[in-house]
């Protein structure tokens, strides 16, 4: 039922995965995720849309430029831009989690004549997480995995004996529980196994600017990102797993003074990966939010 392609935009090759017609609604996934993990919203909103989720730069099948400055978010935006117009829609729904989410949101600040709604998974505006990692040394503990992450010997430490520790670092309790199977495990080992996965998805994290992170006193000296960013009017649903703990319910504080029309649901229950633990309910959400 699920179909794949490649599009040659914005001078590279993104490869996605795609199901049904009608309008656009596209998935955008973070990392160490692929297209897979939207399957089943693939296979839900394929119904009665063109439903779409490709592999980011630097994931799994979709090219994997060496420099890190190619994964500055005016390149990621722009790859979402070419994506749309080249499957001939200039009007979409754009569903977002992680490193999907940062891009969403930036796509939604400087192009939102081309969103009909927006749909946020675990994923903070840039101005609150900012925010976090200024005022909160719990998300700045939460966040300190970023360091390894954007070290040189990052590859080295999440490959090591098969993936196991980046498995259990992102997974660990989804695998204990028999929510990943064997067959997602083996899916991610081979998208991770594509030559330059690991480090095109590790580059996300050294293209950002993480000065609160890394030099919190300098940082707060800085006039606060928030100044700089416009607001977003279009209708936005932000679906928050309070479990999250790299990413702290703290991050969704405070939206409204950026986002004119939001809708905040909250899920107790969930971790970050509200999207792999409770997948109907994610459709659920959604296809309340767009039919309101």
């Known amino acids: 039922m699920i179909e794949h392609d490649f599009a ?62 190619k994964y500055r978010p005016k390149y990621l935006v722009e790859d ?27 796509f939604a600040m400087f192009y939102p004549h081309y969103l009909d709604k927006l749909v946020i998974i ?7 997480f900012e925010r976090e990692l200024r005022e909160s040394p719990a998300q700045r503990k939460a966040s300190n995995y970023m360091l390894l992450f954007r070290s040189p ?9 098969d993936y196991s520790w980046l498995l259990n670092m992102a997974f660990g309790e ?9 067959a997602d495990i083996l899916g991610y080992k081979a998208a991770w196994s594509q030559p330059g996965a690991l480090t095109g998805g590790l580059n996300y994290y050294r293209a950002a600017s993480v000065d609160a992170l890394e030099n919190p ?10 100044e700089a960013l416009p607001k977003i009017t279009l209708p936005v649903l932000v679906i928050w797993g309070e479990k999250d703990t790299a990413l702290l319910s703290g991050c969704i504080r405070g939206l409204d003074e950026y986002v004119t029309q939001l809708s905040i649901k909250r899920v107790p229950d969930a971790s970050h990966w509200v999207v792999r633990e409770k997948p109907q309910l994610v459709n659920s959400l959604i296809r309340e939010f767009l039919t309101q």
Request: aromatic share 10%; no cysteine; net charge negative.
């Open 174 to 182: 989804m695998i204990k529980s028999g929510v990943l199977k064997d």
């Open 153 to 161: 010997g990052a590859e080295s430490v999440l490959a090591a004996n």
């Open 8 to 69: 040659e935009v914005n001078g590279i090759s993104l490869h996605y995965a795609h199901f049904g017609s009608g309008p656009l609604i596209m998935f955008l996934h973070g990392f160490p995720e692929y297209w897979e993990m939207w399957k089943a919203q693939l296979e839900e909103f394929g119904k009665d849309h063109l439903a779409v989720a490709p592999d980011m730069r630097g994931f799994n099948l979709s090219s994997k430029p060496a420099e890190v400055s």
């Open 122 to 128: 675990n994923a903070p505006h840039p101005a609150t």
């Open 80 to 106: 979402i831009r070419q994506l749309a117009e080249f499957l001939g829609h200039k009007k979409f729904v754009l569903v977002a989690h992680d490193w999907g989410g940062a891009v969403a949101w930036i």
């Open 217 to 226: 006193e300098e940082a707060i000296k800085k006039p606060p990102l928030a």
